[in-house]
Structures are given as C-alpha cells and as structure tokens.
C-alpha cells in the first residue's frame, strides 16, 4: 500500500461491489457501480509493483460489472450473472490487497 487513499478505496469498491451483487433497485446498482469504478481509479497507484496483481482482479471485476449491467438491459438473467461475478471479483481482490 504506497497510499492514504488506496484502504478507503477499496472499501469503497467493496461497498460499491456489494451493492451491485445485492441488487435492491436499479438506482442501488448504479450507485454500485460508480463506487466500484471510484475505487477502482483511486486505488490504481497502488497497484504498481510486484504485490500489485489485486488491481488486475478488481478492474476485470469492475468490467464485467459494467457489462452485466448493460447486458442485464435486453437480457436480465445472463446480464445478472455477469454483474455477480464481476461484483465477486471485486471483493476477491479488496479482501486480496487490504
């Protein structure tokens, strides 16, 4: 951790990633996932160096998030899946890197 953002960060994607698994209502999952993308950007500088692999986990999470979201649009099962995968991969890698 190089840092004093990077731990609130995390918690904020780990937040952002429960609340996009969770689902509660639409505006709940946007919110989602701007937390998730948040702190996704904010925790970047502390991913270079060598411990630094967590930060490729939580931006592919991130990704799939993004696109289960739009995927979920015409198509809510499989758009649904997607977004609990990329929101499990999100708290995969904050659990990784705190």
Request: no cysteine; charged share 5%.
């Amino acid at each position: 951790m190089r840092s004093g953002v990077t731990r609130p960060a995390l918690a904020l994607a780990g937040v952002g990633a429960i609340l996009v698994m969770i689902g509660i209502d639409a505006l709940a999952s946007i919110a989602g996932l701007v937390a998730i993308v948040l702190g996704v950007i904010l925790a970047a500088p502390a991913a270079r160096g060598p411990k630094g692999g967590w930060w490729t986990l939580m931006a592919s999470g991130a990704v799939l998030s993004i696109v289960g979201a739009l995927v979920a649009i015409p198509t809510e099962t499989v758009g649904g899946l997607l977004a609990l995968v990329g929101g499990a991969a999100v708290l995969v890698a904050v659990a990784l890197a705190y």
